[in-house]
């Protein structure tokens, strides 16, 4: 009886080991494939390239920004000017009016007014157009002269003067207007419909 069951148990205990040894036999048939199969994913992928970055989708890079038109840089600043322009317009014009009644104290606060119209307009200089500030500087050189004879002629009261001022303020708004029109023919044939030129 002693030996049937010392015999049953080291068949049980040679199952065990039949088993255990099957298991780790298994087990290294898996660690191999799975070594194999690692080694053969590796193997295929491709080394990255310098240029990688370039096959990324467009939305993943910001592209350079391209520089705008040279119309729409034009209308931008025009916009902004437009005022400025307007309120020059409307300075001249009181000037050579008082000028041209005699009205020395008028004409001399229309100078102050000129001249404070014309530095606001610099204020806007330069254009993004370089045709458009030959014109521009022309018409604010001939301001400033027409401003220098003004403020002479209302302190000496010299009528001489007043009309040099004139001449040149004229002159000067012969200019901006030539200016107005190059930017209306540039920009379309509905700003020359409306013009908004007049005060």
């Known amino acids: ?19 255990a040894a099957v298991g780790g036999a298994v087990l290294l048939v898996v660690i191999a494939m799975l070594s194999a199969w690692a080694h053969h994913s590796l193997s295929t992928v491709q080394p990255a390239s310098p240029h990688a970055a370039a096959a990324q989708p467009a939305n993943s890079m910001s592209p350079p920004l391209a520089p705008l038109p040279m119309g729409t840089q034009v209308r931008a600043w025009f916009t902004d000017a437009k005022p400025s322009i307007i309120a020059l317009f409307g300075a001249a014009d ?34 993004p157009d370089p045709a458009l500030n030959i014109e521009l500087q022309q018409a604010i050189t001939s301001y400033q002269l027409g401003i220098r004879h003004c403020v002479l002629g209302t302190q000496d009261r010299d009528p001489i003067e007043i009309g040099k001022a004139t001449a040149f ?31």
């Open 1 to 19: 009886m002693a030996t049937s069951s010392r015999h049953r148990a080291s068949r049980k205990r040679g199952g065990s080991e039949l088993v």
């Open 94 to 127: 009181n000037l050579v009016t008082a000028a041209r009644y005699g009205d020395i104290a008028a004409t001399g606060a229309a100078c102050q007014t000129t001249a404070g119209a014309v530095a606001n307009l610099q204020h806007h200089m330069p254009s």
């Open 169 to 199: 303020i004229n002159q000067g708004s012969t200019y901006l207007n030539a200016t107005v029109g190059m930017i209306e023919d540039d920009l379309s044939s509905d700003a020359r419909d409306n013009r908004v030129w007049t005060v």
